[in-house]
């Protein structure tokens, strides 16, 4: 099984902040890697497809990068509507897994 | 407007089994590749199952294999999770979620939920 790590677990960050959350993969996953956003008691939203690709109606200050097996999550300015539990996952192959998730709090 | 709505969970005991349902309106449904994952209390998310537009691919998670089948009728629109000989780490939230066009890219729409919980 392909195995995804995230780091960091937990970032603190004040609104108008970059930040970067990197996802690695135990092995090569092409660009099947896709970024969700999850608030507490609803359910994730997609972000990023296809490692690069922005969802539809996401703000453009969300942007992936990568390929193979190291992916990047980059938020250019910290909105307060970001504040969120971040989770990538690979689709390349079975099983689907995901990663443990970013929890990304207000400083 | 895309709508998926789980349904199903309840108390269960362990060693128990249930059939979990997903309604699926707004879209076409027999086009799409659909999802199952969960989520325990408090944790991370954690792919379950998916099936094939058609019925005819199906795969399974580790943990759930032999145990949990993933089923669906395109004439009712509907998804169906079987689960049976359920463990006490089988308690969480289940989402339905569809998948992409593409269907290697991702999950773009989710249901809310259905909770399971296995407690004796």
């Known amino acids: 099984d392909i195995q995804l790590t995230q780091s960091p677990s937990f970032l603190s960050a004040s609104v108008g902040d970059r930040v970067t959350i990197t996802c690695r993969a135990s092995?090569?996953?092409?660009?099947?890697l896709a970024w969700y956003q999850q608030k507490p008691g609803k359910a994730p939203k997609l972000l990023i497809y296809a490692a690069s690709t922005l969802q539809s109606g996401v703000p453009s200050r969300f942007s992936g990068s990568g390929s193979g097996t190291e992916f990047t999550l980059t938020i250019s300015s910290l909105q307060p509507e970001d504040f969120a539990t971040y989770y990538c996952?690979?689709?390349?192959?079975?099983?689907?897994?995901f990663g443990q998730g970013t929890r990304l709090e207000i400083k | 407007e895309v709508q998926l709505v789980e349904s199903g969970g309840v108390v269960v005991q362990p060693g128990g089994s249930l059939r979990l349902s997903c309604a699926a309106s707004?879209?076409?449904?027999?086009?799409?590749?659909m999802h199952w994952v969960r989520q325990a209390p408090g944790k991370g998310l954690e792919w379950v199952s998916l099936i094939s537009w058609d019925g005819g691919s199906t795969y399974y998670a580790d943990s759930v294999k032999g145990r949990f089948t993933i089923s669906r009728d395109n004439s009712k629109n509907s998804l169906y999770l079987q689960m049976n000989s359920l463990r006490t780490e089988d308690t969480a939230l289940y989402y339905c979620a569809k998948a992409l066009p593409d269907s290697s890219s991702g999950l773009d729409y989710w249901g809310q939920g259905t909770l399971v919980t296995v407690s004796s």
């Open positions: 996952q690979q689709l390349n192959s079975y099983p689907i897994t």
């Open positions: 707004g879209f076409t449904f027999d086009d799409y590749t």
């Open positions: 092995q090569g996953i092409s660009s099947y």
